[in-house]
């Protein structure tokens, strides 16, 4: 079964802490990953992608195979970057639909 | 560019009555999505369009969901009748095509719905 996992419904950091926000996924194949973001009161809109190996607002996500997981890293944290996070996966085929987590809410303290 | 446009923002009605969304999606985005969202989940597909026919409607409760996507740009998603679980964010999105590697998938605002 296509699954994503997002074991933590709220993180909370200090601003210039580092941050992972959790992700692992069940997938039977090589599925792409994402991270969309959803900041108060805006829409969701995509953040990264794992093929593009890119940073994006100084994060940053590796896929690992092994581990079945796609965590979200940024080194040190800012106000700004408070928001609702989710995990996401496409895998391969006709419909190529998202399956999201959950979802992680980060707040970033002052 | 404008981005998917959703109405109306906010909808408020009883239990087994109907309610009706409206989505126009990016110009040009041949692909469009229904999601629901209920409180404290992710967004889980209802239903995929490709131009005017459905690609995957595998979750979408059709006993009193309905979608239609006529001349394959805007699409209406109808709830007759409305139960109370069915309260949720209803978000539409577009892409430009499902199939291209790394195809970004674009989020309208959504259209909150509560049912009492």
């Known amino acids: 079964a296509q699954r994503v996992t997002q074991p933590e419904k709220l993180l909370s950091v200090f601003k210039g802490a580092p941050v992972e926000l959790k992700c692992n996924y069940s997938?039977?194949?090589?599925?792409?990953l994402f991270w969309y973001v959803q900041y108060s009161r805006q829409r969701l809109q995509l953040l990264l992608r794992?093929?593009s190996r890119e940073s994006i607002k100084g994060f940053t996500a590796d896929l690992n195979k092994g581990e079945t997981s796609f965590h979200l890293k940024k080194p040190f944290a800012q106000e700004e970057d408070s928001a609702m996070y989710y995990c996401?996966?496409?895998?391969?085929?006709?419909?190529?639909?998202?399956?999201f987590g959950t979802g992680t809410l980060l707040a970033v303290q002052p | 560019e404008a981005g998917v446009a959703q109405s109306p923002r906010y909808k408020i009605i009883e239990k087994r009555q109907s309610v009706a969304f409206w989505c126009n999606p990016i110009s040009g985005h041949a692909t469009l999505y229904w999601y629901q969202q209920i409180l404290g989940q992710g967004p889980k597909l209802l239903i995929q369009f490709q131009n005017n026919g459905v690609v995957d409607d595998s979750q979408l409760p059709k006993d009193r969901f309905s979608a239609e996507r006529l001349k394959g740009v805007d699409s209406t998603l109808k709830i007759q009748p409305a139960k109370l679980e069915d309260s949720a964010v209803y978000l539409c999105a577009s892409s430009l095509d499902p199939t291209g590697s790394g195809n970004t998938i674009y989020f309208g605002e959504g259209s909150w719905l509560t049912v009492v």
């Open positions: 794992h093929i």
């Open positions: 996401a996966l496409r895998g391969w085929g006709a419909t190529n639909k998202l399956i």
């Open positions: 997938y039977s194949g090589s599925p792409e």
